[in-house]
């Protein structure tokens, strides 16, 4: 089956305009206003991607890409469609589909480890400032140095603790750390916590070779992260993202130009990734788009307007659909004199005047031809998906949890011994050290032993421990020390 299907996008009863397997990695666009059938489009490219054996990872942001688990009905319309295209045997089918959700609770949870995230992009889902940013990346130097483990966001808040309380004695070797800077990035970790960071950050991590995962009729599986909650965090949304394709791009192997993708990834509500980033990580996303071609991963973005997208990616995005675009105020007719430049212009159609004229399922496509040069930009009507439009009930996605290849291996967090722990332990070892001494201490009024004035790392790291105990606060961290000694114990 894998081997006789195409990536067949629509036609217009003359030609059909499909996608060449090859050029598939070479990223692409589908772009359009609300409403205008951008989420059908991803689901038929996604339903011809796994068919073609290519495993597919997207993000389902408002609820209704879960349908592509489930066979589609017959329609009458559906039908008028099929022959207007001229699709030859085509019959409605579920495609193999893994459900992933960042909370665990519709779909196996993903998580990362704070080390893995690293703090390029943590520093852009804190939304810090360069100073803040320069402290974080102090403190990801100190737990290299000091051999400490970073897995989850108590490692973190305690690493940063410890290193504000010992500021003075970090300040000759690593420079000045801000006690205002500290505190920013503790309350910006809150903050994180509360929209469900608290559950990303840990272990097991990821594999990511369970996202390249086939079918057993030999059909790519479907990697749908649930994102109709994700989406309200859009830094969390973004940045995860992100982080997930970077490490796609250091862990896969180079495999140069394969006959097809090793792995297509959709990039939905794309906007959300380049609004307020710094040079840094735009530089650093336009090296990832550039580069990870060549791991055999295509991207395509998914957005409203070509203009969400900056021209440095833009241009590496040799695939595109673009739908209706509305052209009300002047950064519309803006958005749809860029969307019509885009494309290599046929001479028997208004490209800008027809994008404002699309109707609902109609796109404008242009796809990379042979040697990989861009065909002249055809309007099409996109073919109708196999599988469901729609959501799934509650009791469809329990099933298919039930029955998926990675059922168990997430589902239940690890604690391992880490920064956290380490520290602790660290600090409870000074407290016995200073009662010790504090029992073996001189009679009062004889002059103590020099050389006892300054303190240990360990023993300011136990006081400020001691110190926080009678506030709200320190009375929630006290519990986070107990917590972490004995559960799972």
């Not at 788009?289 to 969400?308: E, H």
């Not at 880490?418 to 407290?431: K, N």
Request: include cysteine; hydrophobic fraction near 40%.
């Amino acid at each position: 089956m894998t081997q006789q299907a195409t990536l067949l996008i629509g036609g217009n009863g003359q030609r059909q305009l499909s996608l060449t397997p090859r050029f598939a990695n070479r990223h692409g666009l589908v772009a359009g206003a609300t409403g205008t059938g951008k989420t059908v489009t991803l689901q038929v490219l996604a339903e011809n991607f796994s068919r073609l054996g290519v495993p597919v990872f997207m993000a389902d942001v408002k609820g209704d890409l879960a349908g592509i688990s489930q066979p589609g009905t017959p329609h009458p319309k559906v039908d008028e469609r099929i022959a207007h295209i001229g699709v030859e045997g085509f019959a409605f089918a579920a495609s193999p589909v893994v459900f992933w959700d960042l909370r665990g609770e519709q779909g196996h949870p993903i998580r990362a480890t704070v080390s893995d995230m690293g703090p390029l992009l943590l520093a852009r889902l804190l939304d810090l400032n360069d100073t803040q940013e320069g402290v974080l990346n102090l403190a990801f130097q100190v737990a290299d140095d000091e051999g400490l483990l970073l897995l989850d966001m108590a490692d973190l808040r305690t690493l940063l603790g410890h290193i504000g309380d010992n500021a003075a004695t970090f300040k000759t070797r690593y420079g000045n750390v801000s006690a205002a800077s500290i505190g920013a990035i503790q309350r910006s970790l809150l903050v994180l916590e509360r929209e469900g960071g608290d559950q990303f950050f840990g272990e097991p991590m990821l594999d990511f070779w369970d996202l390249l995962r086939s079918a057993p009729d030999g059909r790519g599986m479907v990697n749908i992260l649930a994102a109709d909650k994700l989406i309200h965090s859009p830094r969390l949304y973004a940045t995860f993202l992100l982080w997930l394709l970077s490490e796609l791009f250091e862990n896969l192997p180079e495999v140069g130009d394969p006959d097809k993708p090793r792995l297509v990834f959709f990039f939905d509500e794309a906007h959300l990734l380049f609004n307020d980033a710094p040079k840094a990580l735009l530089a650093k996303i336009e090296q990832v788009v550039r580069l990870i071609r060549s791991k055999g991963v295509g991207v395509y973005f998914i957005t409203q307007s070509p203009l969400d997208v900056p021209e440095s990616v833009l241009g590496q995005l040799g695939n595109r659909v673009q739908h209706a675009l509305r052209a009300f105020t002047p950064r519309d007719q803006k958005a749809v004199r860029a969307a019509a430049t885009t494309f290599r212009q046929n001479p028997a159609l208004d490209t800008e005047t027809a994008i404002t004229q699309l109707g609902v399922g109609e796109a404008l496509v242009s796809v990379l031809e042979d040697k990989g040069h861009p065909g002249m930009v055809e309007r099409v009507l996109v073919c109708p998906p196999r599988s469901r439009i729609g959501p799934i009930s509650a009791e469809e996605r329990a099933l298919i949890l039930r029955q998926s290849p990675l059922a168990g291996r997430y589902d239940r967090p690890l604690d391992r011994d880490s920064a956290h722990e380490e520290l602790t332990r660290r600090a409870a070892q000074a407290l016995e050290q200073q009662a010790a001494r504090a029992e073996n201490a001189p009679a009062r009024g004889r002059a103590a032993p020099r050389g006892r004035g300054r303190q240990s790392m360990g023993e300011a790291f136990a006081k400020s421990v001691t110190r926080t105990v009678g506030s709200a606060i320190g009375r929630q961290i006290v519990r986070g020390i107990l917590g972490s000694l004995f559960k799972g114990r």
